[in-house]
């Protein structure tokens, strides 16, 4: 089945210092969503990436799409307290939402 | 004003007892989803239900049984529970149906224990 791999597992960053998550999918896939989940809480939808090379930002979040559609990444440029969290990759596959195993960040005032 | 609501948020119990999750949205989404997260947070899908109709039965045991009684509500029972049972459960809802990508919206989640 389809699989969708998110690495590093864990970030440990200093305030300040930029972060990226990656995103592999096995397949093609339609369109990827991101979704951060603060410690202790639940995840929260950030955006959705649907065209080959797209990016967006969200102030100093900067999400890509690959060309082959198949890879992501989530940028965050400067990162601050308010960051920490664990950031999810996921994309579609005949309606199920897969998710990548989180990248779990961490920052240090 | 909650989006979408779980009840109770945390749930300790012996093993092999039987319990369940309750979950509503007031979204008006038609579509519903159990997640299970496990402690190294990975998530997975369980169930999706869409307009109270069941669309994704993944391979979980038949020990946990989903019941919508409207598109609104999404329950889940989990009978005989074990030690591996042990995670948190999310509920969550999207709208359109289970394959239009909308995002998906989480409850808080219920922390389940078993002693």
């Known amino acids: 089945g389809q699989q969708v791999m998110q690495i590093p597992q864990y970030q440990h960053v200093q305030e300040g210092e930029d972060f990226t998550t990656y995103c592999n999918s096995s397949?093609?896939?339609?369109?990827i969503q991101w979704y951060k989940q603060r410690p202790g809480g639940h995840p929260v939808f950030l955006i959705q990436?649907?065209?080959?090379?797209e990016v967006k930002k969200q102030k100093r979040l900067t999400f890509q799409f690959g060309e082959a559609k198949k890879n992501s990444s989530l940028h965050i440029t400067a990162t601050q307290t308010t960051d920490v969290g664990t950031y999810f990759c996921?994309?579609?596959?005949?309606?199920?939402?897969?998710f990548g195993q989180g990248t779990t960040l961490q920052v240090k005032p | 004003d909650t989006a979408v609501s779980q009840t109770p948020k945390y749930l300790v119990t012996q093993m092999g007892n039987d319990k369940s999750i309750k979950c509503e949205q007031n979204?008006?989404?038609?579509?519903m989803y159990w997640y299970k997260q496990d402690s190294k947070k990975f998530l997975k899908i369980m169930f999706s239900?869409?307009?109270?109709?069941?669309?994704i039965n993944e391979t979980v045991p038949n020990r946990f049984s989903p019941k919508s009684p409207d598109k609104a509500h999404l329950n889940l029972h989990i009978n005989s529970l074990e030690l591996g049972d042990s995670a948190v459960y999310f509920c969550?809802?999207?709208?359109?149906?289970?394959?239009?990508?909308?995002?998906?919206?989480f409850g808080d989640g219920t922390r389940l224990s078993i002693l």
């Open positions: 990436l649907v065209k080959s090379g």
């Open positions: 239900y869409n307009n109270k109709e069941l669309i």
């Open positions: 996921a994309g579609h596959n005949t309606g199920k939402l897969i």
């Open positions: 979204l008006g989404h038609d579509t």
């Open positions: 397949t093609t896939l339609s369109n």
């Open positions: 969550a809802s999207s709208g359109g149906g289970v394959f239009s990508n909308q995002p998906q919206h």
